[in-house]
């Protein structure tokens, strides 16, 4: 079945550096990956999805890079600041499934250092 | 425009006693969802339901009970609580057409079971 993991549970980084959180996965057969951004006490929040049939997407300031041949994805984050202090964690979901489908990694903590 | 809220946000309950979850969102959105969030464990889907009246089963329904007999509420019960019901539980909703990106999170439940 489906598994989505972190590499790294966390991650410090220097106020405007860039950050790389990465994730694996296990089915070839998922076609679709979200990373979210989850602060202390709040729910998760949508930052970026990308497709199988992308390499790399990118929104303001974030990137996601999907490599299939290893079954790896990133998050990328530009001049880190010390709002993006938070837990980061993907999800995929493979092609022929629905919500009851999505696995969802245990999360990487990102700490901001001023 | 409180969006999506969950109550209590924090409760504390003994082994055996019935507990229910409540989740309001004022969007009108057509899903919801209920995960549990655990160490070690990525969010992991409990139930869902695509409009009042219609419910189904997620990864880890187990010893819940939903219903949804108005849109805007989907109240999450543990008919008998137990020690590995202690988590994090967060209700989310999402329009009909919406996907994966267009799903709302609230705040969370923290649920402990003595």
Redesign the interface.
């Known amino acids: 079945g489906e598994s989505?993991g972190l590499h790294l549970p966390t991650l410090s980084v220097q106020e405007g550096d860039n950050s790389i959180i990465n994730c694996a996965y296990s089915n070839s057969a998922s076609d679709?990956f979200?990373w979210y951004k989850q602060e202390s006490?709040?729910?998760?929040?949508?930052i970026i999805?990308i497709r199988s049939n992308m390499d790399k997407r990118q929104g303001q300031r974030v990137t996601v890079l999907l490599n299939k041949t290893v079954k790896h994805l990133s998050l990328q984050i530009a001049a880190t600041q010390p709002g993006d202090s938070a837990v980061y964690?993907c999800?995929g979901?493979p092609n022929s499934g629905g919500?009851?489908k999505?696995?969802?990694?245990?999360?990487t903590k990102l700490q901001v250092i001023p | 425009d409180a969006g999506i809220t969950q109550s209590p946000r924090y409760k504390i309950t003994e082994t055996g006693r019935q507990v229910t979850l409540m989740c309001h969102q004022t969007w009108s959105h057509s899903y919801m969802f209920w995960y549990r969030q655990d160490l070690g464990h990525g969010l992991r889907l409990i139930y869902y339901s695509a409009a009042a009246d219609i419910t189904d089963k997620g990864e880890v329904p187990d010893g819940y009970v939903v219903s949804r007999s108005k849109t805007e509420n989907f109240p999450l019960t543990l008919e008998s609580a137990t020690r590995s019901q202690t988590s994090v539980y967060f209700c989310a909703s999402s329009s009909l057409a919406g996907g994966l990106h267009e799903q709302f999170f609230g705040p969370g439940t923290r649920l402990t079971v003595l």
């Open positions: 989505v679709y979200i006490g709040k729910g998760p929040q949508f999805d964690f999800a979901r919500y009851q999505v696995t969802f990694g245990t999360g």
